[in-house]
């Protein structure tokens, strides 16, 4: 199998400071990411796409100035919550496909642990 | 509009009891399908996917799902439920180039 790796898998941090989740693929590269949202008892939410070398693709509604995706390099995206408030306070999924670029379908995704963020 | 639907928030069964979870989904063109199982706390595991081909699709720990067309759904099923499949269980479309559409979810309950 393939290994996705996020940190931290938990931080709490105070309202208006920003915060860093690392979201890694371990043994394999890829080149396109995911990003989701899970609010309690909730669904996933898909926030944007990450691809590696290229500006990531938002999803309808998601504030890109609010979060920042960063797709470095190949087996790693990064998601930065900018000026946090309360209301981010959220659990956040990232996921990396392993597969031809540009595959629409076969493939498969690999989810990182989550990492659960609370501001205070 | 694409869409999964997962009608039941929840479900409980007995241990050693047949399971079935319920998924329905709305598509334009061939679906393929996934379903994921999410422990509390953690990211999502694929127990099995439908592409192609056989309708009825075997995946880990012992789960099974298959795809009927004609209803638009993708039902997620286990002869015997154990303890340890208490968790969250999410049925998800893929809607083009691995982006998901996921269900609400079913929280599996395993009662003694």
């Known amino acids: 199998g393939a290994v996705v790796s996020q940190h931290p898998s938990r931080v709490i941090c105070k309202s208006g400071t920003s915060v860093k989740i690392e979201c890694r693929s371990l043994?394999?590269?890829?080149?396109?990411m995911f990003w989701y949202r899970q609010f309690p008892k909730k669904s996933l939410m898909l926030m944007a796409t990450s691809n590696e070398g290229s500006k990531a693709t938002y999803e309808q509604g998601v504030e890109k100035d609010k979060f920042l995706i960063n797709h470095a390099s190949l087996t790693l995206s990064t998601l930065t919550v900018t000026s946090a408030h309360p209301e981010d306070s959220s659990f956040y999924i990232c996921?990396?496909?392993?597969?031809?670029?540009?595959?629409?379908?076969?493939?498969?995704?690999?989810f990182g642990e989550g990492s659960r963020l609370t501001v205070l | 509009a694409q869409s999964v639907t997962q009608p039941d928030i929840h479900i409980t069964v007995s241990e050693g009891a047949s399971l079935e979870l319920r998924c329905n989904y709305s598509?334009?063109?061939?679906?393929?399908l996934f379903w994921y199982v999410q422990s509390p706390g953690q990211g999502l595991q694929l127990l099995l996917k439908?592409?192609?081909?056989?309708?009825l699709v075997q995946g880990i720990k012992g789960f099974e799902a298959e795809f009927k067309r004609s209803q638009s759904s993708f039902n997620l099923r286990k002869p015997s439920v154990h303890w340890s499949d208490a968790a969250e269980y999410f049925c998800a479309l893929n809607t083009g180039f691995q982006k998901l559409v996921f269900g609400t979810g079913t929280r599996l309950l395993v009662s003694p």
């Open positions: 043994d394999f590269q890829a080149t396109t």
């Open positions: 598509y334009g063109a061939t679906p393929y």
């Open positions: 996921s990396a496909h392993k597969g031809l670029a540009g595959d629409g379908s076969s493939g498969e995704l690999f």
């Open positions: 439908y592409f192609s081909g056989d309708t």
